[in-house]
């Protein structure tokens, strides 16, 4: 088992990464916290998977589960969702003294999370993602939240986990367009902080191969968003870089309903046209944009602008919860593993597109 410590100024906790870890969580939780009750909030699809199993292993460590699924899909980050998860977890009788457990991906961790930091003020939780982009990416950092018509993740909270737990095992069965999603998050963080990660990327041939290197890549990604954590908490600078892509890519999700791209597909298409169109600025060296294109190419991402109407994508990119009054906070790259934070006055928005 590896363990990846999170020194966060305001929450210390660990991550732990191993194979088979699923069937040993009740017991890894009840080493750590005292069993009683717990709810569990996942999806309706890793439900059909893998809600028995999380159950057994939980039940066999003393604990007493009671589960809710809620719909797979962006759409469940929504307010709506929110009330409905406030009202079944009063109903399964959580308390401040339980312990909430997020199974699934970045909507089911975003949700629970946002729940968890909000219900009474504030519930202890857990984080077990159950895909790649969750677990390199979304399950640490204390990020939460939930999605407005207006644009993404715009009413949230930093509420870390008490600890976070990772079973490469559970993307065996993940579906190829979520494992590419994951794969464009891992593509990012070596863009912006290790060229060797994205040289490691280069060399998977396809979801089969990754389980080879899984733990490996894991451990990287985690390492890059640990350590920017643990020197920006609160998302004021370093971790802005953690956004790379994001820009472009929200404005994307949002412009066609969270329905033709996933987040992943829109981060890749944000990455490349961002760092394209940042090396004819003179601010990255040519040819990124190219190394970066090649990359998403050989695991089938998307990298091309799609037509859109460009007044509203420029409305969605203005209401981006990382602007200020007058600048945007663009993300963007000097060469491979080197990135930077550069703020663009809002009257040149026009020149990302």
Known sequence: MAV????????????????????????????KFRPGSTVVVTDSNVEELYGERIRNSLESGGWQVSLIAVRPGEKSK????????????????????????????????????????????GIPYIQVPTTLLAQIDSSIGGKTAIDLPQGKNLVGSFYHPEAVYIDPELLKTLQPKFFR????????????????????????????DFAVL?????????????????????????RLLLNFGHTLGHAVEKYFGFESFSHGEAVAIGMYNITLKSEQWGLTAKGTAERIKSLLVKHQLPYEM??????????????????????????????????????CDKERIGDLL
């Not at 060797?196 to 396809?206: C, P, R, S, T």
């Open 78 to 121: 929504s307010a709506e969702t929110l009330l409905r998860l406030y009202e079944a977890l009063i109903e399964a009788g959580m308390t401040r003294s339980n312990l909430l457990i997020a199974f699934g991906g970045g909507v089911v961790g975003d949700l629970a999370g946002f729940a968890a930091s909000t219900l009474y003020r």
């Open 214 to 238: 899984s733990e490996k890549i894991i451990l990287a990604c985690l390492t890059i968003k640990r350590d920017i954590v643990e020197r920006d908490e609160r998302d004021t600078g370093d």
């Open 4 to 31: 990846l410590d999170v020194n966060a100024a305001s929450k210390k906790y660990s991550i732990q990464v191993e194979k088979g870890l699923l069937d040993r969580l009740g017991a890894l939780l009840a080493a």
């Open 181 to 208: 999603d994951g794969l464009s998050e891992a593509i990012k963080s070596a863009c912006i902080r290790n060229e060797e990660l994205f040289e490691l990327i280069a060399e998977v041939q396809g979801q089969e």
């Open 306 to 343: 799609p037509l859109m109407d460009k007044e509203i994508v420029l409305k969605a990119i203005g209401v981006d919860k990382k602007n200020t009054d007058k600048k945007l906070r663009l993300c963007l790259i000097r060469s491979i593993g080197e990135g930077f934070i550069r703020d």
